[in-house]
Structures are given as structure tokens and as C-alpha cells.
């Protein structure tokens, strides 16, 4: 029966609907199907068939069975977190990340009454302490949900030029805390918000992100593979951002292979890219950080931190918090993405695009490290040139409107005012240091703009 149904229906080729398309276009007065490159120079057919998935030599079909939703909240008290956290666990949160400024914070206080076996863990530790970190572990020891320690001096070294106190030294401690840190499921974890904020193409963002964390590889013999998280920033190209994910789970099983310890699915963490974001029509970034976890759930994300749509202007507040939450909320309880494991699996283009990022991300993976490595390219200077161009060409993209952010180069309401409203600074870099290379420093495309425009008011 369902033969004789299937024999109702005509088998296509891309051929085929190559020349219905061309002949509906003429009738609308084209005469060629549009062509559009991505500013990465990567050339998107108007469609996409089975016959694109010929040759392919990367697919992937890793994916988490679910997703987290996790909460930020500063630890400045020990029991004032503590009745943060367990607030926002009852409001929806199933992950918590304390950043923990000193070590006057009671390790048992702060983690008082939550479940540790639901709730997964993160821990942002700005000082150095051993007995604090042997604290930390002794109490997650018998728990089976995930718990992690962010550290990475490579990326702090990136980001403000200097080591803590050198790189040797630095990470010296890293082992140390691994060491110490052996119920922990990662104590490495990678932001490329770093390259992608301050203008990196995806290409550079994965290749960097990658080369990053190999460094890491070399210094510990592969032995660190299962210690390595990745905290991804993910912009508003919406099907590249899905591929994004899925090229960097299969570039770093096919990296930690050649050291014997093959990773197919590192953690990863996504957050909203403030790159995009806007201070005017500030409104127009719950939109943004919306699609922008969308793409992040798609691409199988494991925990997803939604930034708020006032950070870029606004210290913290109780209302914006509660609409960066709900937004997960209602993705995950509303349109019961959850109930579907991999989505996007098996589409054409997404698969296509992934194939394509993977390989130009290894190509430039493998040239950072014939030319010494991802530590020596920041010290000459290679990698924050590469950002500076990327980021130079994006924003020539917005300039000239090519590259659109509604409200700022398109359809502004010239009329608003926002200078009563910013309540902290909102230059991405404004202090300049004596370092030992030039940072890796994050800009905003609508920066320029909006400055004068808060200027002039």
C-alpha cells in the first residue's frame, strides 16, 4: 500500500528544480537565481538537495540529551548567594554559576539546601586558594551532576596582555588545580566570546578557540582532554551558528585523537554575543539573545546563559534578569524544542555549511600551528591582526549597510533618548596599560554610532 502511494509522487533532481525556479524567476522579471556570499566568502545556493551531501567528510550527529538553563550570580556573601541561587532553581534554573571574588566565602554556605545532584555547577574563582579549592572538591565528591571550575590563564593572558605572573608559573597552578580538582567534570574552560566580540569571522573564532585549547593539549600530553569545556559566544547568522557548534565538537574529536583521548562531546556553554547589541532600541535585544539561543539549542549546546537585553548599558537589575530567564523558559517549556533530540539533524544546508566551516577552521588551525602555536601567534602579534582585519571588515559591512542592526542603521527612531538611562560605562575598552602583548580587546559594531549619538543628545 504505501508503495503504490510513493509511486504517486514524481522523483526530482536538483536539476529539476534548478530550472523550475529559473523559470518562475523570469516570470517575475529576473533572469538568474540570486547568489549571496556570507562576509566569510562562503557562496549560499538558493537551495540545497541530498546530492549536496555527497563526499561530505564532516557530519555530525552528537547531541546533548538535554539542555541546561544556567543562572549568573556573583558570590560577594556567602548566604546572600545562597538564597540567589536557590531563588532562581525554584524559578526554572537548573544551573548556577557563582563568581566568587574572595576566599571569605563559606563553600558549605553558599551550597546550603541545593540539590547538587539536579543542579549542575560552575565557579568563576578570581583569587588563588588551595584549601578553598580542596573545600570545593570535598563536598562535590559523591555527586554525579556536573561541576566545574573556570579557569584559563591562556585566555586571561589573551585578554589583558600580561600572565598572572608568568606563563611557566601560571600554569604551574592550572596543574596544581587539576590535581586538587579530581571530582571536578572540567576545570578548563574556553570563551571564544573573546575572538568573537572583538570581530573574529567564524573561521578564526573555531580555528583560535581550537588552537587555544591545544596549547593546553601539548602542556599536559593530552591528558587534560576530558578536563576542557568551551564557552561559546553565538552571533546572529542564525544556520552558521548551528553549524558553528557541530564543527567544533567534530574538530576537537579529530584534535584530541591524535592524542590518544578522543572527545566527542566536550561541554559547551553558549551565551548571546554582545557584539550585536544595541544601547538604543535596547528592546530590539531580547529579539537578538532569542534567536541567538535558538541557534545555540539547534547546534547542541549543553547549557545555555542568556545575557540581558540592557547589559551593554545597565548594572544589574532584578527585572532584566527575569526576562533573560523566561525567555529560556518559554523556549524550553513552550515550544517543547526539548522533546526533540537534534533538530536540525540531517538538513542540507545546515550539513553543507558545517562541511564547509569545518574545513577552512582546520586549514587555519593546522597554520597556527605549523608557525609555533596559538601562544606564539598572540606574542607576534598574528592572531590579534587577524581580529583587527576581520573586525575591520565587518564593520566597513555595517558602515556602508550592508551589515544591519534594526534601530541603529536602519529604521532609527532619531528622536530617542537614552543618555538618562546608561548607568556604567559602555566603552568595550577604555583603559590603556603597559602589557606584554597588545590585548585582544571586544568592540561593538554600533559603538562608534551610538557614541555620538549619546554625545549629541
Known amino acids: 500500500m504505501v508503495e503504490k502511494i510513493l509511486d504517486e509522487f514524481i522523483k526530482t533532481d536538483s536539476k529539476l528544480w534548478n530550472k523550475n525556479f529559473r523559470d518562475d524567476l523570469k516570470k517575475l522579471g529576473h533572469s538568474n537565481i540570486p547568489a549571496y556570499n556570507s ?6 545556493k538558493p ?3 541530498s546530492e549536496d551531501l555527497n563526499n561530505l567528510k564532516n557530519t555530525d550527529s552528537t547531541y546533548p540529551n538535554n539542555w541546561r538553563i544556567c543562572q549568573n550570580i556573583t558570590a560577594d556573601n556567602s548566604t546572600d548567594a545562597n538564597i ?3 531563588e532562581l532553581i525554584k524559578k526554572g534554573a537548573d544551573s548556577i554559576n557563582f563568581i566568587i571574588q574572595n576566599d571569605s566565602i563559606s563553600c558549605e554556605e553558599l551550597l546550603k539546601n541545593i540539590d547538587i545532584e539536579k543542579t549542575e555547577l560552575f565557579f568563576e574563582i578570581k583569587f588563588h586558594s588551595n584549601s578553598f579549592l580542596k573545600s570545593l572538591n570535598n563536598i562535590i565528591k559523591s555527586s554525579s551532576t556536573s561541576f566545574n571550575i573556570c579557569y584559563d590563564p591562556i585566555g586571561s593572558f589573551a585578554k589583558s596582555g600580561n600572565w598572572g605572573s608568568s606563563m611557566n608559573e601560571d600554569l604551574n597552578k592550572l596543574n596544581k588545580n587539576i590535581n586538587i580538582l579530581k571530582n571536578f567534570n572540567n576545570v578548563i574552560i574556553i570563551d571564544s566570546g573573546l575572538y568573537q566580540n572583538s570581530g573574529a569571522n567564524i573561521f578564526e573564532e573555531i580555528a583560535f578557540t581550537l588552537s587555544h585549547a591545544n596549547e593546553y593539549l601539548n602542556h599536559f ?4 582532554a576530558n578536563k576542557i569545556a568551551f564557552n561559546i559566544s553565538i552571533g546572529s547568522n542564525y544556520f552558521f551558528e548551528i553549524a558553528k557548534l ?7 574529536a579529530t584534535i584530541t585523537k591524535e592524542y590518544n583521548n578522543e572527545i566527542h562531546y566536550p561541554h559547551i556553554i553558549a551565551k548571546p554575543s554582545k557584539r550585536n547589541k544595541t544601547i538604543y532600541d535596547y528592546n530590539n535585544n531580547i529579539l537578538r539573545t532569542t534567536t541567538e539561543c535558538m541557534s545555540a539549542i539547534l547546534g547542541g549546546a549543553n547549557t545555555i546563559s542568556n545575557i540581558t537585553y540592557d547589559k551593554i548599558f545597565n548594572t544589574k ?6 526576562i533573560a530567564l523566561n525567555q529560556l523558559l518559554i523556549i524550553k517549556h513552550e515550544t517543547h524544542i526539548d522533546k526533540v533530540k537534534n ?3 540531517g538538513s542540507y544546508y545546515i550539513n553543507s555549511l558545517t562541511n564547509r566551516i569545518a574545513e577552512e577552521s582546520l586549514r587555519m588551525f593546522k597554520d597556527i600551528e605549523k608557525n609555533g602555536g596559538f601562544i606564539s601567534a598572540l606574542e607576534k602579534n598574528l592572531i590579534q591582526n587577524r581580529v583587527n582585519k576581520s573586525h575591520k571588515v565587518e564593520q566597513e559591512l555595517f558602515n556602508n549597510n550592508q551589515e544591519k542592526l534594526l534601530g541603529i542603521n536602519i529604521f532609527a527612531d532619531i528622536n530617542q533618548k537614552i543618555k538618562s538611562k546608561i548607568k556604567k560605562s559602555v566603552l568595550t575598552n577604555s583603559t590603556t596599560r603597559n602589557t ?4 585582544i580587546s571586544e568592540i561593538r559594531l554600533a559603538e562608534e554610532i551610538e557614541l555620538n549619538r549619546i554625545k549629541n543628545e
Open 436 to 439: 606584554e602583548i597588545t590585548p
Open 246 to 252: 557541530k564543527v567544533l565538537r567534530l574538530l576537537w
Open 317 to 322: 537589575n532584578e527585572f532584566s534578569d527575569k
Open 343 to 345: 533538530a536540525a539533524d
Open 39 to 44: 562576509k566569510e566568502n562562503i557562496k549560499i
Open 221 to 224: 600530553n593530552g591528558n587534560c
Open 47 to 49: 537551495f540545497y538537495t
Open 84 to 86: 540567589k541561587a536557590l
